[in-house]
């Protein structure tokens, strides 16, 4: 009798220490980065660690400066909880608070279905959108992707004045006679810190894929082209973004970069609205000062610079001699991209504008965007916008990627309407960032089995472009290297089938233009 209690005593305890091993095996909630030990928290199956420090908090002497590298910390850090957003006008949904803000706000999260520090997955990490103005790294929409074999990481990093702020005065302290891009100086950062660390998370160092929408997408544009960011990442995915508009120092609407010198202007008359006299006074104001300054936080307003350092030249330029980080890229714009950022008009002054705008190009202009109603109007600003913002920069990045790199272009073209967007309601085609529910598979509204379809594909697309720098699985349609004169670009609508490039004839009439725009801007 004492042997066969004896033997169910070891029976148990070996099925005790079995239990609590696979459930030490469920998630990998804790680990040790470069700064210590850290533990993050169990959801849905997955390790979730919310706010990671890359950096030390960007205030007091350390604004508008290039970040500092997150110190050491003491004991287990919890990173159990996400950071605030950074300075931006937030808004509070019926019955909740208004989302916080914080200067202190350089964090990184990250989501691994690792059980193990040793199982090299591939990693994505997230830049997210906004204008450069709003937005947060705090998102869920990651989940899915991580459950399917994937680490995700997402990147907060400075926006509006906090961010892109130059000035003269910033440009004499730095040392190196720039100032203005601390916003994509945090995203590098946090990809260093991410290739130094991510293995402490079960990712693959070499098996990084950055990937954003908007400014996120443009973010993901200049690091592909800053050779501070060379060797962070082995592929890029870039949703509606690009950056190959001329160097000015204005920038009117979404289609062109200031250099450094206009930066600087911008910012002095910054100032002067919200009433300081220099950087010491700026210094010591709360972002609740400027954060609703109109002329800043529009279209037009903060961006980053060509500082010659972060971003070196005009990017078009950087291609056409082949100075960039040459990666596999999937490029992709969606057919109503426009119509958020614009508003009906008068067809007069729709024609004035035009004609202000386009000189010697605005008959071809009027003829291929024409409006005799004010409905129309809103039609032919709304298709401008998406080529000038979004379809043109995406078109040269992909020629002359194709020109003069080795890495494979991949190019899609999102047109599903439905009611699990963005923008809800009557549109015209797909609107700017309706792709994100499918390419997250996070969809609202009415099911729909077209839509979840749709979903399935292109996150299977983008999940095996992370794990292997191919969109293609089998299973599904083939999707070939672009190739500009051949139906390769992915249309996805309804399902996804192969298309010429839509809208070429609106293309090739900006591409003319911007070579006219670049050319007057030399002599």
């Known amino acids: 009798m004492m042997n066969i209690t004896k ?18 095996q469920e998630a990998l909630t804790r680990t040790t980065v470069a700064q210590g030990e850290i533990e993050g928290v169990a959801e849905d199956g997955l390790a979730i660690y919310k706010a990671i420090p890359y950096a030390e908090p960007p205030v007091g002497n350390l604004r508008w400066k290039a970040p500092v590298p997150a110190k050491k910390w003491d004991g287990v850090y919890q990173a159990n909880k996400f950071a605030p957003m950074p300075p931006q006008q937030t ?178 008359d910054f100032m002067k609205r919200i009433g300081t006299k220099n950087l010491k006074q700026l210094r010591s104001m709360s972002p609740e000062a400027w954060i609703a300054d109109a002329p800043s936080i529009g279209v037009g307003g903060f961006w980053p610079t060509v500082d010659g350092y972060v971003i070196t030249d005009d990017q078009y330029k950087l291609y056409e001699k082949g100075e960039y980080n040459d990666v596999n890229v999937i490029v992709g714009t969606n057919s109503d991209e426009g119509s958020m950022f614009v508003r009906p008009s008068s067809v007069e002054a729709y024609q004035a504008e035009v004609r202000k705008e386009y000189g010697p190009f605005a008959d071809r202009v009027l003829q291929l965007y024409p409006a005799t109603s004010e409905q129309e109007t809103y039609a032919a600003r709304s298709d401008i916008f998406r080529e000038t913002a979004f379809a043109w920069p995406s078109f040269v990045w992909e020629r002359l990627q194709q020109k003069t790199g080795k890495g494979k272009v991949y190019v899609y073209y999102f047109d599903q309407i439905s009611e699990n967007t963005w923008m809800p309601g009557p549109q015209r085609g797909a609107s700017h960032a309706s792709e994100l529910p499918f390419v997250f598979g996070m969809h609202w509204g009415k099911p729909s089995p077209v839509g979840d379809a749709l979903s399935d594909m292109m996150m299977g697309y983008w999940l095996n472009f992370a794990k292997t720098g191919d969109p293609n699985v089998k299973g599904m349609p083939y999707w070939p290297v672009y190739d500009e004169k051949k139906a390769t670009v992915m249309d996805f609508k309804d399902g996804c089938h192969l298309i010429n490039v839509p809208n070429l004839p609106q293309i090739q009439l900006m591409d003319e233009f911007f070579k006219w725009k670049r050319e007057k801007q030399q002599k």
């Open 91 to 268: 808004q509070a949904r019926p019955g909740q608070e208004a989302p916080k803000w914080s200067e202190d706000c350089l964090y990184v999260s990250v989501m691994t279905p690792a059980k193990s520090k040793d199982e090299k997955l591939p990693v994505m990490v997230w830049i997210h959108g906004g204008g450069f103005i709003t937005g947060s790294y705090m998102s869920p929409m990651g989940n899915n992707f991580a459950k399917q074999g994937v680490v995700v990481a997402s990147i907060e990093y400075r926006t509006g004045a906090l961010g892109f702020l130059a000035l003269p005065e910033l440009s004499k302290e730095s040392g190196r006679g720039i100032s203005g891009n601390y916003g994509l100086m945090d995203q590098i950062l946090a990809l260093k810190w991410i290739k130094d660390n991510i293995a402490a998370f079960g990712g693959d160092p070499d098996k990084i894929t950055i990937f954003g929408e908007s400014a996120g997408g443009i973010a993901v544009s200049m690091l592909c082209a800053s050779p501070l960011a060379k060797g962070l990442f082995r592929a890029a995915i870039c949703e509606s973004g690009g950056s190959f508009c001329p160097v000015d120092s204005v920038r009117n609407n979404n289609n062109g970069i200031r250099d450094l010198k206009g930066a600087e202007k911008f910012g002095m």
């Open 7 to 24: 033997t169910l005593f070891h029976i148990t305890a070996c099925l005790l220490i079995a239990v609590t091993s696979c459930m030490a």
